[in-house]
């Protein structure tokens, strides 16, 4: 569905708890984005990479990490120091340097509990 | 960096009537604006895209125009109908350059009345 496939849907974290939240793509794309998503705040950018072992922060990353090991996989840790994690989380790809903009995996929304 | 404003944050029209977004940004060096849609709980999707080399773009009931000296692009959908209820978003990019990707608007949430 759409090339770019994030699981799980929903996800529920515990105070203190890491979870990850997983991002692959059959789109042979080299560049890979997530972006949070809240009500009113439009889509902010946690960390994107546009090469396999390569990433960079984006403007809200305090909390966040993220590896790419493989070009087809990107996935987002959300650890314990991320105060306020209750979110929409959106991964995205796109081919590096193109013009065809992003497509959009459906998205995992994570609640605290 | 790219800084994009989007306008308005709701929108609410009557059935058939049209809607209009706007959206300006700031880096005079973006040449590439594309539009999407969001309905509740889904992905975005692109309907639309731009290139500062044309000044307007339609594709059935949409169109997009820009005004590069502005430096603002809008988003006009005509005959509008309950399944164009969503939000928008526009966004700003440099083809061949901006690591970091698309810049978005915070989003118009469009609503139709019937």
């Known amino acids: 569905d759409g090339g770019i496939t994030q699981s799980p849907k929903y996800l529920f974290r515990k105070e203190g708890q890491n979870v990850t939240l997983s991002c692959e793509q059959n789109?042979?794309?080299?560049?890979m984005y997530w972006y949070r998503q809240d009500p009113g705040q439009g889509l902010r950018l946690i960390y994107y990479s546009q090469i396999v072992n390569d990433f960079q922060k984006g403007d809200i990353a305090e909390g966040y990490s993220v590896s790419r090991e493989k070009k087809e996989s990107f996935p987002l840790t959300v650890t314990s120091a991320q105060k306020n994690p209750t979110a929409f989380y959106l991964c995205?790809?796109?081919?590096?340097?193109?013009?065809?903009?992003?497509?959009f995996g459906s998205g995992t929304r994570l609640t605290v509990v | 960096g790219e800084n994009v404003e989007q306008h308005p944050s709701t929108l609410s029209v009557q059935e058939g009537d049209s809607a209009v977004i706007k959206c300006t940004y700031s880096?005079?060096?973006?040449?590439?604006f594309p539009w999407y849609k969001q309905e509740l709980g889904k992905r975005p999707q692109l309907i639309i895209d731009i290139r500062s080399n044309v000044g307007e773009k339609k594709d059935q009931r949409i169109a997009v125009t820009l005004n590069k000296t502005a430096k603002h692009f809008s988003l006009h959908i005509t005959e509008t109908q309950p399944e164009d209820s969503a939000v928008y978003f526009c966004?700003?990019?440099?083809?061949?350059?901006?690591?970091?990707?698309?810049?978005f608007g915070k989003g118009t949430h469009l609503i139709i009345q019937p």
């Open positions: 789109l042979n794309h080299d560049a």
């Open positions: 880096d005079s060096a973006s040449n590439y």
């Open positions: 966004a700003a990019s440099i083809i061949g350059g901006g690591a970091d990707g698309l810049t």
């Open positions: 995205a790809s796109s081919i590096v340097q193109g013009d065809y903009g992003y497509t």
